[in-house]
């Protein structure tokens, strides 16, 4: 055969040729398939409620498979992939990445394998000797993925294993193939740890089983999916919009472009491997990608159809103690990461600084210029993916210490109530409050709040009355009271026979204290019933009270928004007076008296700029703020804003004051749950 026959034999076809538009053909058709199969699996996917059975464990197995292109352990191949198919031809480029799809889908099969050996104890959901023969997997394919970067840049004259038989040049001819394909079989490890929660599921059943081939093939199954939507990817990108023929002129650049993302993938696998996935949550880079990818939102949506537990958080309590392989500090794995994301740009430059100073001293100039320029801009690059790294883990350090502080549980502090032996309704009543801290000693040193050291809030178990009182009322606090924890408080009690929930609210050393108990008066009554009164315009002692919220419907554990506009003779009453320091203050309570919140209204000009809250909510809102100290006159709307915990009915009392007189208010709502069904702690002020 001529020489330019025989190249022209083994010229890839490209599109405007006959071959190549049947190529074309075929692509698209592939496409398609996997298209429909992937559309398919999704919707299997999010019809699952429950663990499945029998066969169902097979399209289950594929269905999750195939949701895992969202997760760190999936979507990072698809930055493989894709550059390794492109510019090489449609045939090739679809051989390439059915070669590197292969190799992962068989090494994560070898799991299944392992999963069945190891048996249901050994397994663990992820346990130890999995986890540790994972993490060396990680470390040998981050190694592998670095060597194939560096041949690929030319900083390694690496040869990959070729057969040397009867066929020489079919062999030469698939080399890449043959690279990809074990590529394909090192880079298959990222995806056994899988923040899912059907992988933990999946091979937990494996393991029960004990069946190796069994197992084999489900996990097999497991990775086909998962690796349907990276070849998808794989053969959009080889019918990329400027064609192929394009991306051949430019082969060179993608194969420089590929061994430099394969640097940053191999660096990274190396780290994850030798720190652990623990380092993974340290480095904050974890939680970086989940602002973006919303993976804990993703897989808490899984995990809830499967009806099982999350599969992991991403906390600091969970980092405490721990290291990576061979005891290895997390923090050093984000100078290790550094290290190997950046040293490959000054060998480069140190490669080129060696060149130039072989060339004749007259040629040495413009090079030696050109390299100088390549080492600073190598030294910016330097500091910022320095900077990148080190910066997000103090992001995340810093943001999990602040949150851990902020759910870090206040003490258990103790109230006891001592009532007269016959509580009577109708006259005065005194009710000894006695805080206690978690030892049962005396509660000292209570700091004032709203001008009042100790506030008591009585509410009536049909939700008709409010009491708001203080020891105060009685007279002055004496050092006794103090530091005995024993207060007094009087109030008078409207009906007998009822139960009464007797709420008290105080600070101690910036703790915010809220702990409640019933009583009940003595004698007979009907059983109490709640009148459900959904109004939102009411009179109350002469003032005409509107009462808006937004959003609606409410919802627990999200920041609902309170507007009230008050009149008083069809006029606009704008001269109100802080009460106790406030505008307004607000006993929220549960129809079932199991809740309590005790909060302030505010008057503030960004009630705009909240969630949920519309333009027109938003007029009328003045000057102010929660912690801010009330304006001596204002009026007529006064906002509040409250979380609350639990879905149910709610009565919201508020109790304002005008012209020295308190006006107590009341509207009912109905919280509806919330995204998670429950909710975070209630504002307690």
Known sequence: MEPETAMQAHTPSVPGTQGGKRLKVVLVSILFILLTAIVLGLVAAFSFSGSPVGLGWFVFSFAMGLTMIVLPCTLPLAFVIVPLSMGKGAMRGLL??????????????????????????????????????????????????????????????????????????????????????????????????????????????????????????????????????????????????????????????????????????????????????????????????????????????????????????????????????LGAPLWLGNWVLIFLWTAPLWFTWWKERQRIHALPEAEQKQPHEMNRLRALFFGALTVVIAGGVLWTSHWFLQHKTLEMEMMEEPPAFQLEITAPSVLEAGRPQDLIIELKDEK??????????????????????????????????????????????????????????????VAVDTIHEGHEVALYQRVKTAGTSSVPVITKDFSRTKTFDGYTTSFEYEPSPLKSGEEAHFRYRFEKGGAPVDDFEPYLAATTHLSIVSADLGTFIHTHGDITPEISALPGVSEAFASGAHEGGDNAAPPAQFGPYVTAHVVFPHPGLYKIFSQVQHQGKVIVTSFMVVVEPGEDGVAAAPHMH
């Open 440 to 501: 049962g000693k005396p509660l000292t040193d209570l700091e004032f709040s709203h001008e009042r050291l100790v506030h008591v809030v009585i509410i009536s178990e049909d939700l008709e009355t409010l009491g708001h009182v203080h020891a105060e009322d009685i007279g002055p606090i004496t050092d006794e009271m103090k530091a005995a924890g024993r207060y007094t408080v009087r109030y008078t009690f409207p009906q007998q026979g009822r139960e009464y929930l």
């Open 96 to 325: 390439i990445a059915l070669a590197f799809s292969v190799g992962v889908a068989i090494t994560l099969s070898f799991y299944g394998v392992l999963a069945a050996l190891l048996g249901e104890v050994a397994i663990g959901g992820l346990g130890a000797p999995l986890e540790v023969v994972k993490n060396w997997l990680y470390v040998a394919a981050g190694l592998f993925a670095i060597v194939f970067a560096l041949g690929e840049l030319g900083f390694l004259k690496v040869r990959m294993p070729s057969y040397s038989g009867s066929a020489p040049m079919f062999i030469q001819k698939q080399q890449e193939v043959i690279k990809a394909f074990l590529l394909g079989l090192f880079m298959g490890n990222i995806g056994v740890g899988c923040p899912h929660p059907a992988t933990p599921l999946i091979l937990t059943r494996i393991a029960a089983s004990g069946d190796v081939f069994y197992g084999w093939l489900l996990f097999l199954v497991n990775a086909i999916g998962r690796v349907m939507p990276l070849m998808f990817l794989a053969l959009l990108g080889i019918l990329g919009v400027n064609g192929i023929s394009f991306l051949l002129k430019h082969k060179e650049k993608i194969t420089r472009a590929t061994g430099w993302m394969m640097v940053g993938v191999g660096g990274f696998l190396f780290t994850l491997g030798f720190f652990t996935h623990d380092w993974w949550v340290y480095s904050g880079q974890h939680s970086l990608f989940e602002l973006f990818t919303q993976e804990e939102r993703f897989t808490g949506l899984i995990a809830g159809r499967l009806q099982i537990g999350a599969p992991h958080t991403h906390g600091l309590e969970e980092l405490m103690g721990h290291t990576g392989l």
